[in-house]
Protein backbone atom coordinates (compact mmCIF):
# COMPACT_ATOMS: atom_id res chain seq x y z
CA UNK A 1 0.00 0.00 0.00
CA UNK A 2 2.74 2.64 0.60
CA UNK A 3 3.65 3.05 -3.42
CA UNK A 4 -0.15 3.97 -3.91
CA UNK A 5 -0.11 6.85 -1.15
CA UNK A 6 2.96 8.01 -3.21
CA UNK A 7 0.85 8.25 -5.83
CA UNK A 8 -1.85 9.40 -4.11
CA UNK A 9 0.16 12.53 -3.57
CA UNK A 10 1.56 13.63 -6.51
CA UNK A 11 -2.06 13.53 -7.70
CA UNK A 12 -3.45 15.65 -5.16
CA UNK A 13 -0.11 18.25 -6.01
CA UNK A 14 -0.93 18.04 -9.56
CA UNK A 15 -4.50 18.41 -8.94
CA UNK A 16 -3.96 21.35 -6.66
CA UNK A 17 -1.57 23.28 -9.54
CA UNK A 18 -3.39 22.54 -12.44
CA UNK A 19 -7.11 22.72 -11.37
CA UNK A 20 -8.46 26.14 -13.22
CA UNK A 21 -6.04 27.27 -16.30
CA UNK A 22 -4.79 30.58 -16.02
CA UNK A 23 -6.80 32.47 -18.66
CA UNK A 24 -7.18 36.33 -19.31
CA UNK A 25 -10.43 38.05 -20.57
CA UNK A 26 -10.75 39.23 -24.29
CA UNK A 27 -10.59 43.21 -22.87
CA UNK A 28 -7.47 42.58 -20.97
CA UNK A 29 -5.10 45.66 -20.58
CA UNK A 30 -1.01 45.60 -20.78
CA UNK A 31 0.78 47.80 -18.65
CA UNK A 32 4.05 49.01 -19.22
CA UNK A 33 6.85 49.82 -16.27
CA UNK A 34 10.81 50.86 -17.26
CA UNK A 35 13.79 52.45 -15.56
CA UNK A 36 13.95 55.98 -15.36
CA UNK A 37 16.48 56.14 -17.92
CA UNK A 38 13.89 55.00 -20.02
CA UNK A 39 11.63 57.56 -19.16
CA UNK A 40 9.62 55.38 -16.36
CA UNK A 41 7.58 57.97 -14.10
CA UNK A 42 4.79 57.31 -12.04
CA UNK A 43 3.28 60.13 -13.64
CA UNK A 44 3.02 58.94 -16.75
CA UNK A 45 -0.07 57.10 -17.88
CA UNK A 46 1.65 53.14 -18.13
CA UNK A 47 1.36 52.80 -21.70
CA UNK A 48 4.46 51.64 -23.43
CA UNK A 49 5.60 54.99 -24.73
CA UNK A 50 4.60 56.21 -21.26
CA UNK A 51 6.31 53.58 -18.46
CA UNK A 52 5.38 53.58 -15.26
CA UNK A 53 8.57 53.74 -12.66
CA UNK A 54 7.67 51.65 -9.75
CA UNK A 55 5.26 48.99 -9.73
CA UNK A 56 2.82 50.76 -7.50
CA UNK A 57 0.33 52.66 -10.40
CA UNK A 58 0.48 49.57 -12.87
CA UNK A 59 -0.91 47.02 -9.51
CA UNK A 60 -2.81 49.72 -8.14
CA UNK A 61 -4.67 50.07 -11.98
CA UNK A 62 -4.43 46.54 -12.96
CA UNK A 63 -7.54 44.24 -13.20
CA UNK A 64 -8.09 40.03 -13.64
CA UNK A 65 -6.61 39.13 -16.62
CA UNK A 66 -4.34 42.07 -17.44
CA UNK A 67 -0.60 42.11 -17.35
CA UNK A 68 2.14 43.93 -16.37
CA UNK A 69 5.68 44.25 -18.32
CA UNK A 70 8.42 45.73 -16.51
CA UNK A 71 11.15 46.72 -19.07
CA UNK A 72 15.16 45.61 -19.16
CA UNK A 73 17.32 47.60 -17.34
CA UNK A 74 18.42 48.68 -13.53
CA UNK A 75 16.10 49.61 -10.61
CA UNK A 76 17.49 51.25 -7.50
CA UNK A 77 14.68 51.50 -5.94
CA UNK A 78 14.64 52.53 -2.35
CA UNK A 79 11.77 50.30 -1.17
CA UNK A 80 10.43 46.88 -1.80
CA UNK A 81 7.86 47.03 -4.77
CA UNK A 82 4.56 45.55 -3.28
CA UNK A 83 2.22 43.57 -5.53
CA UNK A 84 -1.17 44.36 -3.69
CA UNK A 85 -3.87 43.45 -6.60
CA UNK A 86 -5.52 40.05 -7.47
CA UNK A 87 -6.78 37.85 -10.62
CA UNK A 88 -9.63 35.69 -10.43
CA UNK A 89 -9.44 31.58 -10.67
CA UNK A 90 -9.75 32.13 -14.50
CA UNK A 91 -8.12 35.29 -14.98
CA UNK A 92 -5.23 35.49 -13.55
CA UNK A 93 -2.75 38.88 -13.28
CA UNK A 94 0.85 38.58 -14.96
CA UNK A 95 3.80 40.81 -13.84
CA UNK A 96 6.40 39.99 -15.58
CA UNK A 97 9.88 40.60 -17.32
CA UNK A 98 9.25 42.04 -20.98
CA UNK A 99 9.68 39.59 -23.58
CA UNK A 100 13.43 39.02 -24.70
CA UNK A 101 14.34 41.83 -21.83
CA UNK A 102 15.83 41.68 -18.23
CA UNK A 103 14.65 43.67 -15.45
CA UNK A 104 17.38 43.97 -12.26
CA UNK A 105 16.28 45.22 -9.23
CA UNK A 106 19.30 46.53 -7.15
CA UNK A 107 18.04 46.02 -3.16
CA UNK A 108 20.87 47.37 -1.33
CA UNK A 109 19.38 50.60 -0.46
CA UNK A 110 15.88 48.90 1.01
CA UNK A 111 14.85 48.88 4.48
CA UNK A 112 16.26 46.14 6.53
CA UNK A 113 13.05 43.83 6.69
CA UNK A 114 11.35 44.29 3.21
CA UNK A 115 11.47 41.95 -0.05
CA UNK A 116 12.45 43.55 -2.61
CA UNK A 117 9.39 41.66 -4.55
CA UNK A 118 6.77 41.41 -1.98
CA UNK A 119 3.40 39.81 -2.90
CA UNK A 120 0.30 40.45 -1.02
CA UNK A 121 -2.55 39.53 -3.97
CA UNK A 122 -3.59 35.82 -5.27
CA UNK A 123 -4.03 34.72 -8.53
CA UNK A 124 -0.57 36.54 -9.93
CA UNK A 125 2.24 34.89 -11.77
CA UNK A 126 5.61 36.84 -10.92
CA UNK A 127 8.26 35.95 -13.57
CA UNK A 128 11.62 36.74 -15.20
CA UNK A 129 12.95 39.29 -12.67
CA UNK A 130 16.82 39.37 -10.97
CA UNK A 131 17.17 40.50 -7.90
CA UNK A 132 20.22 41.43 -6.25
CA UNK A 133 21.25 42.42 -2.90
CA UNK A 134 18.18 43.25 -1.33
CA UNK A 135 17.61 42.14 2.57
CA UNK A 136 15.60 39.58 0.88
CA UNK A 137 13.83 38.70 -2.46
CA UNK A 138 10.59 37.77 -3.10
CA UNK A 139 8.32 36.46 -0.67
CA UNK A 140 4.50 36.02 -0.05
CA UNK A 141 2.12 35.82 3.33
CA UNK A 142 -1.04 34.72 4.18
CA UNK A 143 -1.96 34.36 0.43
CA UNK A 144 -1.56 32.03 -1.82
CA UNK A 145 -2.89 31.00 -6.08
CA UNK A 146 0.84 31.59 -6.49
CA UNK A 147 3.15 31.13 -9.61
CA UNK A 148 6.74 32.65 -8.97
CA UNK A 149 8.88 31.62 -11.86
CA UNK A 150 11.85 31.87 -13.84
CA UNK A 151 13.22 34.48 -11.64
CA UNK A 152 17.18 34.94 -10.46
CA UNK A 153 18.36 35.80 -7.00
CA UNK A 154 21.41 36.58 -5.56
CA UNK A 155 22.99 38.25 -2.94
CA UNK A 156 20.06 38.67 -0.43
CA UNK A 157 20.74 39.47 2.87
CA UNK A 158 18.35 36.55 4.51
CA UNK A 159 15.75 34.97 2.16
CA UNK A 160 15.59 34.23 -1.19
CA UNK A 161 12.34 32.97 -1.71
CA UNK A 162 9.88 32.33 0.61
CA UNK A 163 6.28 31.94 1.25
CA UNK A 164 4.06 31.44 4.53
CA UNK A 165 1.22 32.38 6.80
CA UNK A 166 0.96 32.01 10.37
CA UNK A 167 -1.54 29.07 10.05
CA UNK A 168 -2.78 26.31 7.25
CA UNK A 169 -4.88 27.26 4.53
CA UNK A 170 -3.45 30.45 3.64
CA UNK A 171 -1.01 29.68 1.71
CA UNK A 172 -1.64 27.49 -0.65
CA UNK A 173 -1.77 26.26 -4.63
CA UNK A 174 1.81 28.05 -4.59
CA UNK A 175 4.06 27.07 -7.83
CA UNK A 176 7.96 27.95 -6.90
CA UNK A 177 9.66 26.90 -10.51
CA UNK A 178 12.72 27.64 -12.87
CA UNK A 179 14.39 29.78 -10.55
CA UNK A 180 18.22 30.32 -10.03
CA UNK A 181 18.98 31.00 -6.91
CA UNK A 182 22.53 31.59 -5.45
CA UNK A 183 24.98 33.45 -2.66
CA UNK A 184 21.55 34.53 -0.66
CA UNK A 185 21.46 34.15 3.27
CA UNK A 186 24.69 36.26 3.64
CA UNK A 187 23.35 37.22 7.17
CA UNK A 188 25.04 33.84 7.95
CA UNK A 189 28.49 35.22 5.78
CA UNK A 190 31.06 34.30 7.70
CA UNK A 191 28.99 31.04 8.64
CA UNK A 192 28.19 30.59 12.77
CA UNK A 193 27.44 26.76 13.05
CA UNK A 194 25.42 27.01 15.87
CA UNK A 195 23.33 30.06 14.80
CA UNK A 196 19.98 29.99 13.41
CA UNK A 197 20.04 31.22 9.75
CA UNK A 198 16.96 31.63 7.04
CA UNK A 199 16.67 29.41 3.86
CA UNK A 200 17.36 30.08 -0.05
CA UNK A 201 14.02 28.40 -0.62
CA UNK A 202 11.23 28.19 2.11
CA UNK A 203 7.14 27.19 2.59
CA UNK A 204 6.22 27.81 6.38
CA UNK A 205 3.17 26.55 7.24
CA UNK A 206 2.39 26.17 3.44
CA UNK A 207 -0.24 23.64 2.40
CA UNK A 208 -0.48 22.61 -1.45
CA UNK A 209 3.13 23.73 -3.28
CA UNK A 210 5.38 22.35 -5.43
CA UNK A 211 8.85 23.47 -5.83
CA UNK A 212 10.28 22.10 -8.87
CA UNK A 213 12.83 22.68 -11.49
CA UNK A 214 15.36 25.19 -9.28
CA UNK A 215 19.05 25.70 -9.01
CA UNK A 216 19.96 26.31 -5.74
CA UNK A 217 23.75 27.01 -4.89
CA UNK A 218 26.27 28.52 -2.73
CA UNK A 219 23.69 29.90 0.19
CA UNK A 220 24.95 30.18 3.59
CA UNK A 221 21.52 28.28 4.75
CA UNK A 222 19.43 25.12 3.38
CA UNK A 223 19.33 25.50 -0.32
CA UNK A 224 15.32 24.24 -0.07
CA UNK A 225 13.98 24.17 3.56
CA UNK A 226 10.08 22.90 3.86
CA UNK A 227 9.02 24.24 7.61
CA UNK A 228 5.76 23.14 9.18
CA UNK A 229 3.79 22.23 5.98
CA UNK A 230 1.84 19.33 4.38
CA UNK A 231 1.12 18.17 0.88
CA UNK A 232 4.34 20.35 -0.28
CA UNK A 233 6.13 18.48 -3.50
CA UNK A 234 9.68 19.35 -3.80
CA UNK A 235 10.84 18.04 -7.38
CA UNK A 236 13.39 17.85 -9.92
CA UNK A 237 15.62 20.67 -8.59
CA UNK A 238 19.43 20.58 -8.34
CA UNK A 239 20.73 22.45 -4.87
CA UNK A 240 24.78 21.77 -4.02
CA UNK A 241 27.13 23.70 -1.82
CA UNK A 242 24.90 25.12 0.76
CA UNK A 243 25.54 25.80 3.60
CA UNK A 244 24.25 22.70 6.78
CA UNK A 245 21.65 20.64 4.58
CA UNK A 246 20.82 20.71 0.94
CA UNK A 247 17.24 19.96 1.11
CA UNK A 248 15.22 20.36 4.33
CA UNK A 249 12.26 18.56 6.06
CA UNK A 250 10.68 20.23 9.37
CA UNK A 251 7.58 19.60 10.81
CA UNK A 252 5.99 18.79 7.45
CA UNK A 253 3.44 16.00 6.74
CA UNK A 254 2.54 14.00 3.30
CA UNK A 255 5.03 15.75 1.45
CA UNK A 256 7.59 14.12 -1.53
CA UNK A 257 11.10 14.86 -1.87
CA UNK A 258 11.09 12.88 -5.23
CA UNK A 259 13.91 13.08 -8.09
CA UNK A 260 15.87 15.87 -7.36
CA UNK A 261 20.25 16.12 -7.56
CA UNK A 262 21.99 17.09 -4.25
CA UNK A 263 25.41 17.07 -4.03
CA UNK A 264 28.92 19.00 -2.50
CA UNK A 265 31.77 19.67 -5.21
CA UNK A 266 34.06 20.26 -1.99
CA UNK A 267 33.80 23.88 -1.59
CA UNK A 268 35.01 24.34 1.80
CA UNK A 269 33.32 27.83 1.95
CA UNK A 270 30.38 25.95 2.92
CA UNK A 271 30.89 23.29 4.97
CA UNK A 272 29.87 22.92 8.72
CA UNK A 273 31.69 21.24 11.47
CA UNK A 274 34.67 20.42 8.75
CA UNK A 275 32.03 18.54 6.59
CA UNK A 276 29.92 19.85 3.42
CA UNK A 277 26.25 19.95 3.75
CA UNK A 278 23.81 17.40 4.44
CA UNK A 279 22.49 15.98 1.49
CA UNK A 280 18.70 14.96 2.38
CA UNK A 281 17.01 15.89 6.19
CA UNK A 282 14.66 16.00 8.58
CA UNK A 283 13.79 16.67 11.97
CA UNK A 284 11.16 18.38 13.95
CA UNK A 285 12.81 21.78 15.59
CA UNK A 286 11.18 23.19 18.75
CA UNK A 287 8.21 25.42 17.67
CA UNK A 288 4.76 26.50 19.78
CA UNK A 289 2.43 24.71 17.71
CA UNK A 290 4.62 21.44 16.28
CA UNK A 291 3.93 19.35 13.14
CA UNK A 292 5.41 16.39 13.73
CA UNK A 293 7.00 14.36 10.49
CA UNK A 294 4.71 11.72 9.49
CA UNK A 295 3.30 9.88 6.17
CA UNK A 296 6.62 11.70 4.04
CA UNK A 297 7.65 10.15 0.87
CA UNK A 298 11.79 10.74 -0.10
CA UNK A 299 11.98 8.64 -3.71
CA UNK A 300 14.06 8.76 -6.90
CA UNK A 301 16.91 11.07 -5.79
CA UNK A 302 20.60 11.39 -6.37
CA UNK A 303 22.81 12.38 -3.39
CA UNK A 304 26.49 12.47 -3.72
CA UNK A 305 29.51 13.72 -1.97
CA UNK A 306 27.59 15.45 1.33
CA UNK A 307 28.11 15.03 5.28
CA UNK A 308 25.61 12.67 5.22
CA UNK A 309 23.38 11.15 2.36
CA UNK A 310 20.15 10.79 4.58
CA UNK A 311 19.79 12.32 7.42
CA UNK A 312 16.97 12.02 10.79
CA UNK A 313 18.21 14.04 13.50
CA UNK A 314 17.03 13.58 16.86
CA UNK A 315 17.13 17.11 18.41
CA UNK A 316 14.92 19.70 19.92
CA UNK A 317 11.45 18.27 20.32
CA UNK A 318 12.59 15.22 18.54
CA UNK A 319 9.31 12.43 17.91
CA UNK A 320 10.93 10.54 15.12
CA UNK A 321 10.13 10.00 11.81
CA UNK A 322 6.32 8.24 11.30
CA UNK A 323 4.89 6.31 8.17
CA UNK A 324 8.00 7.58 6.28
CA UNK A 325 9.05 5.90 2.84
CA UNK A 326 12.48 6.46 1.81
CA UNK A 327 13.04 4.73 -1.63
CA UNK A 328 14.75 3.88 -4.92
CA UNK A 329 17.46 7.14 -4.32
CA UNK A 330 21.12 6.76 -4.41
CA UNK A 331 23.05 7.99 -1.84
CA UNK A 332 26.79 7.71 -2.64
CA UNK A 333 30.17 9.00 -1.21
CA UNK A 334 29.22 10.42 2.29
CA UNK A 335 31.75 12.11 3.72
CA UNK A 336 30.65 10.68 6.99
CA UNK A 337 27.52 8.19 7.61
CA UNK A 338 26.07 7.18 4.16
CA UNK A 339 22.46 6.70 6.02
CA UNK A 340 22.34 8.58 10.18
CA UNK A 341 19.27 7.97 11.65
CA UNK A 342 19.14 9.20 14.93
CA UNK A 343 17.30 6.26 17.59
CA UNK A 344 14.38 7.75 18.79
CA UNK A 345 11.55 5.97 20.50
CA UNK A 346 9.19 7.97 18.38
CA UNK A 347 10.25 5.99 15.27
CA UNK A 348 7.23 3.90 13.40
CA UNK A 349 6.42 1.97 10.26
CA UNK A 350 9.08 3.38 7.97
Known amino acids: MRPSRFLLNLLFLTASILGGGILSPAQATTWYVAPLASGGNDSNSGTLAQPFYTFWPATSAAQPGD ?8 YNYPTGQFIQCSGTASAWITVSSYPGETPVLIGNSMPSSQYAIGIGGQYLVVQGFTIQQAPNGIGSWETGHLRILDNTLSGCVSWGISTGAASFGNATDILIDGNRVHDNDQANNPPCPNCGWPAAISPYWADGITI ?19 H ?15 IYMDNDQFCTIGANLAYSTFNPTYYRYGYPAMGIACANENYTTPNPLSNDVIVNN ?20 KNFIVANSTFYGAQDTLLQIDDDPGHVNN
Open 67 to 74: TIYVRGGT
Open 212 to 230: SNNVSYHNFGEGIAISHSD
Open 232 to 246: VLVSNNISYDNYSVE
Open 302 to 321: VVVNNRFGFDYGNFMNGGGM
